[in-house]
């Protein structure tokens, strides 16, 4: 289902201030990211053409994405994952080669027991534990992980930001 949501990659961004039309349209794209801006015009009482033009500036900005969200099971990815990561040395090094793996879908620096959190969504448990043994755990500063396999998905949501 499309839905909009906030980025998450990059440096932190100035907090936006967001006025009540921006939330508005905001939570619109959140519950349908195809809906049309006349629609959505409608919806918060402004000219079709300024509902394009706030949401091009919201996306330009990096305040928002419009994406399509699947669910990976029914996409033939079976195994989903969360790994925590203890690093050595150069964190941003690190966290740069860890972004740059294609299957890490989500990559935090954190304080704590781990340096990093990365999500991983793989085929199977061969295609983890590869994941895993030739290429996580073989990049230069990374000396320990522990790997938490999602069992159940309980909730999944993309509507942070508004209220």
């Given at each position: 289902m499309p839905v909009a949501r906030a980025a998450r990659s990059g440096p932190p961004a100035p907090e936006a201030k967001l006025d009540d039309v921006a939330k508005a349209i905001i939570e619109l794209l959140q519950e349908d990211g195809r809906q049309s801006y006349a629609a959505i015009a409608k919806a918060v009482g402004l000219s079709?053409?300024?509902?394009?033009?706030?949401?091009?500036?919201?996306?330009?900005?990096?305040?928002?994405?419009?994406?399509?969200?699947?669910?990976?099971?029914?996409?033939?990815?079976?195994?989903?994952?969360?790994?925590?990561?203890r690093a050595e040395g150069d964190l941003l090094r690190v966290g740069d080669a860890l972004t740059a793996l294609p299957d890490v879908d989500y990559v935090v620096t954190t304080a704590g027991s781990f340096d990093f959190l990365v999500e991983v969504v793989c085929e199977d448990d061969?295609?983890?534990?590869?994941?895993?043994?030739?290429?996580?755990r073989a990049l230069p500063g990374v000396t320990a992980t522990e790997t938490f396999v999602y069992l159940k998905l309980n909730k999944q949501h993309y509507n942070w930001g508004t209220r």
């Open positions: 079709e053409a300024a509902v394009r033009q706030r949401v091009q500036r919201m996306l330009d900005s990096g305040l928002m994405q419009i994406v399509a969200v699947t669910d990976p099971l029914q996409v033939g990815f079976r195994r989903q994952a969360m790994i925590g990561i061969d295609h983890l534990l590869e994941l895993l043994s030739t290429r996580i």
